[in-house]
């Protein structure tokens, strides 16, 4: 079973940065695709980056290219997400994903297992 766990959200004014971090339980980390996606109230679980299993390749929906970056650190089981010029509809719960398979999709469904979700909120 792998655990993960997010951290990092909270306010912040537009213009601004925050980085999410996911920590993750397991000894199989290395080998996972991970995702980040963020859900707002009555709309669907949307993908936001991903990254495969080496972080040589990485991914992002178009709203963020550009302002956003996942990483991820093998040796500490831990998976970021740099958020640069922060707007207000980036307002959401984040989540953090792992994927069994070593390349990322993009597909909630495609995803094994989750985080709890950490919640940012962007301010006009």
């Known amino acids: 079973q792998v655990q993960l766990v997010e951290s990092g959200g909270g306010l912040v004014q537009a213009g601004g940065s925050l980085r999410l971090s996911c920590a993750t339980s397991?000894?199989?980390?290395?080998?996972?695709?991970m995702g980040w996606f963020r859900q707002t109230a009555g709309k669907e679980r949307e993908f936001v980056a991903g990254i495969d299993w080496s972080g040589r390749s990485t991914g992002y929906a178009d709203s963020v290219k550009g302002r956003f970056t996942i990483s991820r650190d093998n040796a500490k089981n831990t998976v970021y997400l740099q958020m640069n010029s922060l707007k207000p509809e980036d307002t959401a719960v984040y989540y953090c994903?792992?994927?069994?398979?070593?390349?990322?999709?993009?597909?909630?469904?495609?995803?094994?297992?989750w985080g709890q979700g950490t919640q940012v909120t962007v301010s006009s």
């Open positions: 397991g000894r199989s980390f290395s080998s996972y695709a």
């Open positions: 994903a792992a994927d069994k398979s070593a390349y990322f999709r993009e597909h909630v469904s495609s995803y094994d297992y």
